[in-house]
């Protein structure tokens, strides 16, 4: 594809995953605020938006064969597989950092207060992606495999106690960008997750999987904020008109 500066952000990403790395490389949030056009991103960032997307342009050169091509999925498919693979490296990954985090605040918080502050703010992220996950998979998930049901089977869709569709995706959206906004803190706390000279193993190792994390989960609200919610918001109206 031919990237252009007034093209969506969210929307590249949809269509080529490969995106993704050219907007990280310049800081440009390709999620949570993937709404806005190339240029807009790149004023706001004081950048120049003919390199930015020059630079995209020559994605086009490499090999697409390894890119997972999520928007063609079905869409109960995709909230199975966010669920299985996202949910789960969330659950897992949250247990596994916060008493890595503990640790090096005890052994390095005296000479590097930073990470008391870290240590708090993935806390907090830890808790509200906790609740945040139980909402999708116990109100908005469901609802969609409905509607996938309801399309493949030709059937009236019930209206949900939640009105529509939307209205519970507004919700997980605002949520995308409060947590979006926290791992920005974290990211600029920690020096993009760059260990001081004297980090010992463990507070190189917590650093290195909060960078995984964070990159984990800009996939994951990628996927939902401008591949599953776009789809569900499209479906809906097919079988509300039908």
Same mark, same amino acid.
């Given at each position: ?45 004081? /950048? @120049?938006?003919?390199?930015?997307? %020059?630079?995209? =342009?020559? $994605?086009?050169?490499?090999?697409? #064969?390894? !890119? +997972? ?87 009236? /869709? @019930?209206?949900?106690?939640?009105? %529509?569709?939307? =209205?519970? $995706?507004?919700?997980?959206?605002? #949520?995308? !960008? +409060? ?64």
């Amino acid at each position: 594809m031919n990237f252009q500066e007034n093209n969506i952000i969210g929307e590249l990403v949809a269509q080529d995953y490969r995106a993704a790395a050219v907007f990280k490389k310049y800081g440009i949030d390709f999620c949570c605020q993937g709404n806005r056009t190339i240029e807009d991103a790149c004023v706001a960032k004081n /950048l @120049d938006s003919k390199l930015v997307v %020059t630079d995209l =342009n020559s $994605i086009n050169q490499v090999s697409s #064969e390894e !890119t +997972t091509d999520y928007k063609s999925w079905p869409i109960d498919l995709l909230v199975d597989y966010i669920e299985k693979k996202h949910h789960r490296y969330v659950e897992e990954k949250t247990q596994e950092i916060k008493p890595y985090l503990d640790k090096i605040c005890r052994v390095h918080g005296e000479h590097h207060p930073e990470l008391f502050e870290i240590n708090e703010h993935f806390t907090a992220a830890a808790g509200e992606l906790a609740t945040h996950m139980k909402k999708e998979e116990l109100v908005l998930f469901p609802f969609v495999r409905k509607m996938a049901k309801a399309k493949q089977e030709n059937t009236i /869709l @019930d209206t949900p106690h939640f009105g %529509t569709v939307g =209205n519970p $995706i507004q919700m997980m959206m605002h #949520e995308h !960008t +409060t947590e979006g906004e926290r791992f920005r803190k974290i990211e600029t706390l920690s020096n993009n997750y760059t260990p001081p000279q004297d980090a010992c193993n463990t507070y190189r190792v917590t650093f290195a999987l909060l960078k995984e994390f964070e990159q984990d989960l800009h996939l994951h609200i990628h996927l939902e904020n401008n591949i599953l919610f776009p789809k569900a918001i499209e479906l809906e109206k097919q079988l509300t008109n039908a």
